[in-house]
């Protein structure tokens, strides 16, 4: 049985694999891992589903895990003793979401790496280490220009009925929730997170009406502002790498984002996985 690395990349809403020595890119697709908002249950759960998964197509020597949440030694250690346990003779290597980012993106040289997906962040990658200036809040207080962000910003303009009629009845319809019940059904979640994160997708979807993008291009200059420019003075960077949806499927409205501030989009990818797998097929 052939021996390989097994690479993972894990988001809140989906955890994503594929083997390095496949000679075509195969990607599968798990239940998400954010160890920041799930049990040990959940990612014991899903770790188990891609033990079962891969364990009968080959000898998993190597693990080479990137996830969201994966920024905290606590979080690394959650994540690390549960795969150990399903993946006990294998050696296992657990990195940051953002670290996906570096190595999809820049291929071990340095520069500057975002993420917009579900949420957000950025740094600078010196070729080895990332470098952040700005603390990652999180979907209550930060996540800017992330479908969470995205999500919520329109959510708080419908209910203040500041959203065109025809856009606010579209997703009204689509959510098969009545306004009216919208605060009380939000308050009720255990994890509204998800639920802005998907109206963020929505609107992503709907980038060409008007007021959907201008939406997404305040959220998308909010991050800028606050995450990008201090990077890009600091390292006298203009050119900048992303990966995530938020990014790649609103890709026109980022590059006009980014030129109001006088900077420019180098690279985007919707999700770093390929990425990954051409990284570690070149290392071989």
């Not at 250690?77 to 296992?92: A, G, H, M, P, Q």
């Not at 009204?172 to 255990?190: F, G, K, V």
Request: hydrophobic share 40%; glycine share 6%; net charge negative.
């Amino acid at each position: 049985m052939k021996k390989s690395i097994l690479i993972v990349d894990s988001g809140a809403t989906s955890t994503k694999c594929v083997v390095s020595d496949d000679s075509v890119f195969q990607m599968n697709v798990f239940s998400g891992i954010n160890p920041n908002i799930h049990s040990d249950k959940h990612i014991n759960d899903t770790i188990a589903s891609i033990f079962n998964f891969f364990s009968e197509k080959s000898k998993i020597s190597q693990i080479q895990y990137y996830g969201a949440g994966c920024g905290s030694e606590t979080n690394i250690s959650r994540v690390f003793t549960i795969l150990k346990n399903y993946f006990f003779d294998s050696e296992i290597h657990i990195y940051s979401d953002l670290m996906a980012s570096a190595h999809a993106l820049t291929k071990g040289n340095t520069g500057i790496v975002a993420i917009l997906g579900t949420g957000s962040n950025a740094a600078f990658f010196d070729g080895t280490n990332l470098i952040k200036m700005t603390p990652s809040l999180g979907y209550l207080l930060g996540d800017e220009g992330s479908a969470t962000d995205i999500g919520k910003t329109f959510l708080r303009n419908l209910l203040y009925r500041e959203v065109p009629d025809d856009l606010a009845e579209e997703f009204l319809n689509h959510s098969t929730i009545a306004r009216e019940m919208l605060i009380n059904y939000i308050y009720s979640l255990p994890q509204p997170n998800k639920f802005f994160a998907d109206t963020g997708a929505f609107i992503t979807s709907k980038n060409q009406h008007y007021f959907a993008e201008n939406l997404i291009f305040k959220c998308f200059s909010e991050f800028i502002k606050q995450l990008l420019l201090p990077l890009s003075v600091k390292y006298e960077i203009t050119e900048m790498n992303f990966t995530g949806s938020m990014a790649f499927l609103n890709r026109h409205i980022l590059r006009r984002a980014l030129h109001l501030f006088n900077l420019s989009l180098k690279d985007v990818l919707q999700n770093p996985l390929e990425g990954l797998w051409q990284f570690y097929q070149a290392e071989k």
